[in-house]
Antibody, heavy 122, light 107 residues
Framework: QVQLVESGGGVVQPGGSLRLSCAASGFTFNTYGMHWVRQAPGKGLEWVTF????????YYADSVKGRFTISRDNSKNTLFLQMNSLRAEDTAVYYC???????????????WGKGTTVTVSS | EIVLTQSPATLSLSPGERATLSCRAS??????LAWYQQKPGQAPRLLIY???NRATGIPARFSGSGSATDFTLTIGSLEPEDFAIYYCQQRSNWPIPFGQGTRLEIK
């Protein structure tokens, strides 16, 4: 079945960097756009970024633009999120998520990983 | 950036009752709106897309309506498993934010 497994979370100091990975399986990864969505403790969902199936375009939330970079390796069915200049407000569970795509469902999310926790603290 | 405002913040109802949740966009998103359900400790689940289309496997008691700036998620008769947090999301323009959520709690 479709599976997304995030890794790379941890504790990092303000101003530091972290790289998240998401291993995808159970679907043709190189034909789907992918998202990262985060959720701060006790807070709502925040959409972070999206990358097209072939990596040709990326979109970012204003809160992370210029600091975070999404990328993918279709040969390894893996999605990445490079996070630089981290701030306390970036503390959250980060979900890797698959674009719905089919039947007019593009850019919505139909499959989510379990998430990886990022804590930015000194 | 389009802002989505959900109301009410919290809705207290009993099983069997009808729930009506609202999502308002700061500018028209046409019908490009989805609804998600999130239960504690779980990832969200897509319920409705393009304002009124149920996602695969979603029970018929969930329905969506609306267009432009005003949207509604209706749960026809609440089951115990429906008590959760509900989010809307637009895909009309990048970025594609979520609303702040509506908590549906048991009265």
């Amino acid at each position: 079945q479709v599976q997304l497994v995030e890794s790379g979370g941890g504790v990092v100091q303000p101003g530091g960097s972290l790289r998240l990975s998401c291993a995808a399986s159970g679907f043709t990864f190189n034909t789907y756009g992918m998202h990262w969505v985060r959720q701060a403790p006790g807070k709502g969902l925040e959409w972070v970024t999206f990358i097209r199936y072939d990596g040709s375009n990326e979109y970012y939330a204003d809160s992370v633009k210029g600091r975070f970079t999404i990328s993918r390796d279709n040969s390894k069915n893996t999605l990445f999120l490079q996070m630089n200049s981290l701030r306390a407000e970036d503390t959250a569970v980060y979900y890797c998520a698959k674009d719905c795509r089919s039947g007019g469902c593009n850019y919505y999310i139909d499959v989510w990983g379990k998430g990886t926790t990022v804590t930015v603290s000194s | 950036e389009i802002v989505l405002t959900q109301s009410p913040a919290t809705l207290s109802l009993s099983p069997g009752e009808r729930a009506t949740l609202s999502c308002r966009a700061s500018q028209s998103v046409s019908s490009h709106l989805a609804w998600y359900q999130q239960k504690p400790g779980q990832a969200p689940r897509l319920l409705i897309y393009n304002a009124s289309n149920r996602a695969t496997g979603i029970p018929a008691r969930f329905s969506g309506s609306g267009s432009a700036t005003d949207f509604t998620l209706t749960i026809g008769s609440l089951e115990p498993e429906d008590f959760a947090i509900y989010y809307c999301q637009q895909r009309s323009n990048w970025p594609i934010p979520f609303g702040q959520g509506t908590r549906l709690e048991i009265k």
